[in-house]
């Protein structure tokens, strides 16, 4: 069966800053809706306990990595303490083929990267309600440092600018992170009514 533009699926990214609850509104989109699915990334760090190979990430050397990286395999990737962490093209383009929805929860760096290469791609911006609730929500890790809660702070001001250059924000507000992610399935559903993602209509038509 030939793919057209109507069963193609669409890349959704997700960003935002740390602390704006990517990962506990994607979990719940996807626990959700069985049709979308999430973007396995690829990393050179080891697993840590309970992480499986494939599911979590997958755990590949910095060798492969960069191979990968100089033939053009991996859709946008960034380092942090030293690894690697980064999306395979293949398996995005694959899944959008058979008609899926792919989410790319990953940092505002490669969401940039993505918008670059996938003109179609849909990007969504989450972000806390403000400055006073992101800081809360560091702090209450109780993980890291006074020096680092501030670095994060100044970053997520940095990337919150580029806002404007985000299809959608969506605000994720303290125990809500079941709302957001009705309101980003919402936005899901809006793009496949776009005349984008529709054309093959006219064919039934002319």
């Known amino acids: 069966m030939e793919m057209t533009e109507m069963n193609k699926g669409i890349l959704f990214i997700i960003s935002g800053p740390a602390g704006s609850g990517k990962g506990t509104v994607v979990r719940e989109l996807i626990s959700s809706h069985s049709d ?24 590949i050397t910095k060798d492969e990595f960069e191979r990968r990286i100089k033939n053009g395999e991996i859709l ?91 299809d959608y924000s969506v605000i994720n507000e303290d125990g809500m992170s079941d709302k957001c992610a009705e309101q980003i399935y919402g936005i899901i559903c809006a793009e496949h009514k776009r005349t984008l993602h529709t054309r093959d209509i006219i064919k039934k038509f002319i």
């Open 36 to 59: 979308i699915k999430l973007s396995v990334s690829a990393t050179t760090r080891s697993p840590r306990p309970g992480e499986e190979n494939g599911v979590h990430y997958h755990f």
């Open 76 to 166: 946008e990737y960034t380092t942090y303490c030293e690894n690697y962490y980064g999306t395979p093209l293949k398996e995005v383009n694959e899944a959008l083929e058979r008609g899926n929805d792919i989410i790319l929860e990953i940092e505002v760096d490669g969401a940039m990267q993505v918008k670059k290469k996938i003109e179609n791609s849909v990007t969504i911006m989450l972000t806390p309600p403000d400055s006073v609730t992101l800081e809360n929500r560091l702090r209450s890790r109780g993980t890291e440092t006074d020096e680092v809660i501030k670095w994060r702070l100044e970053r997520a001001k940095e990337e919150i600018r580029l806002l404007p250059d985000y």
